[in-house]
């Protein structure tokens, strides 16, 4: 049987190796089960990857505790419910003290999907979107810093595109009708829905909007829903779920409604943050994957 003092600890031991202070040590990718607290008062259950990390201010220290930075996850973190930026500095703080005079900083990464049960357009179908979610903390000497980031797919829609198919629709009745004095409606309509008709179509591709703000620290929840809704409803076009051919036909028209650049897709989030939002900070960056081209369309702004 083994005994425990006997075993080797290499980390205490005083041979002269090359040291000195250290910016972070630690580790990625621990698993973590979590729960996040919603708008609807209900905890959805995630699996987090958190990465964790001190500084070493010590210089003649070999290394850090590693282990009680993992037994500090599996005990303050794991089942915990993410509620505030408050009750994770708590625990950060409580971490912090396993590494009293070897560290005065810690740093904790959590990334985690999040999955949201989202409503059809028209019928009463729903079904669930994943929400890519990363939460970042840092603090040292009374110093607490929060961000979130959340990535929200949408559709973009070309306005250029638009433009270019509605002339190619406007030459194509020209041809079909010309000579004609009188067009009635039936004819139109009839030739609105005949399939060889169709002219042209504008190009639409998926889209991402990252959005990254800076949490309250004294704020009593975590506003990932409030981040959520709130860049979806600005943009018009979120990806959906369940769909039947009335969801398929309002997301249509709203695609036309909601034509975009991505330009203009950052300058209407940043102006709902502005409005709804006016006390955080933000970094909004949208990309757009674009179908006509190779290569991506992007455009950040700030506050």
């Given at each position: 049987m083994l005994i425990k003092n006997s075993l080797p600890d290499v980390q205490s031991e005083t041979r002269k190796v090359n040291r000195s202070a250290l910016d972070w040590v630690g580790m990625e990718g621990v698993a973590l089960p979590l729960k996040v607290k919603l708008a609807s008062g209900e905890e959805q259950e995630v699996l987090a990857r958190a990465d964790i990390f001190v500084d070493l201010t010590d210089p003649e220290a070999r290394g850090i505790h590693m282990s009680r930075l993992f037994k500090g996850l599996e005990r303050d973190f794991s089942k915990q419910t993410l509620k505030s930026a408050r009750n994770l500095k708590t625990s950060l703080v409580e971490l912090l003290k396993t590494h009293v005079g070897l560290s005065e900083g810690i740093r904790l990464a959590l990334a985690f999907d999040?999955?949201?049960?989202?409503?059809?357009?028209?019928?009463?179908?729903?079904?669930?979107?994943?929400?890519?979610?990363?939460?970042?903390?840092?603090?040292?000497?009374?110093?607490?810093?929060?961000?979130?980031?959340?990535?929200?797919?949408?559709?973009?829609?070309?306005?250029?595109?638009?433009?270019?198919?509605?002339?190619?629709?406007?030459?194509?009745?020209?041809?079909?009708?010309?000579?004609?004095?009188?067009?009635?409606?039936?004819?139109?309509?009839?030739?609105?829905?005949?399939?060889?008709?169709?002219?042209?179509?504008?190009?639409?591709?998926?889209?991402?909007?990252?959005?990254?703000?800076?949490?309250?620290?004294?704020?009593?929840?975590?506003?990932?829903?409030?981040i959520i809704d709130l860049t979806e409803s600005t943009l018009g076009t979120p990806v959906q779920t369940a769909v039947k051919r009335e969801d398929e036909q309002e997301f249509a028209r709203l695609s036309a409604k909601n034509l975009m650049f991505a330009e203009d897709a950052a300058r209407k989030v940043a102006s709902s943050f502005n409005d709804k939002l006016a006390d955080t900070k933000y970094r909004i960056e949208v990309r757009h994957l674009e179908s006509l081209h190779a290569h991506d369309a992007v455009a950040v702004v700030s506050n």
């Amino acid at each position: 049987m083994l005994i425990k003092n006997s075993l080797p600890d290499v980390q205490s031991e005083t041979r002269k190796v090359n040291r000195s202070a250290l910016d972070w040590v630690g580790m990625e990718g621990v698993a973590l089960p979590l729960k996040v607290k919603l708008a609807s008062g209900e905890e959805q259950e995630v699996l987090a990857r958190a990465d964790i990390f001190v500084d070493l201010t010590d210089p003649e220290a070999r290394g850090i505790h590693m282990s009680r930075l993992f037994k500090g996850l599996e005990r303050d973190f794991s089942k915990q419910t993410l509620k505030s930026a408050r009750n994770l500095k708590t625990s950060l703080v409580e971490l912090l003290k396993t590494h009293v005079g070897l560290s005065e900083g810690i740093r904790l990464a959590l990334a985690f999907d999040l999955p949201l049960r989202r409503k059809a357009l028209i019928t009463e179908n729903s079904g669930w979107r994943s929400y890519p979610i990363e939460l970042e903390f840092e603090y040292r000497e009374d110093m607490f810093v929060g961000e979130m980031r959340v990535t929200i797919v949408y559709s973009s829609t070309c306005p250029q595109s638009a433009s270019l198919a509605r002339v190619a629709w406007r030459d194509q009745f020209s041809a079909d009708f010309a000579g004609k004095e009188m067009v009635s409606a039936e004819d139109v309509e009839e030739w609105l829905l005949a399939e060889e008709k169709t002219a042209a179509t504008a190009h639409a591709q998926r889209s991402e909007a990252d959005v990254r703000v800076l949490l309250n620290e004294d704020s009593e929840f975590l506003p990932i829903e409030t981040i959520i809704d709130l860049t979806e409803s600005t943009l018009g076009t979120p990806v959906q779920t369940a769909v039947k051919r009335e969801d398929e036909q309002e997301f249509a028209r709203l695609s036309a409604k909601n034509l975009m650049f991505a330009e203009d897709a950052a300058r209407k989030v940043a102006s709902s943050f502005n409005d709804k939002l006016a006390d955080t900070k933000y970094r909004i960056e949208v990309r757009h994957l674009e179908s006509l081209h190779a290569h991506d369309a992007v455009a950040v702004v700030s506050n």
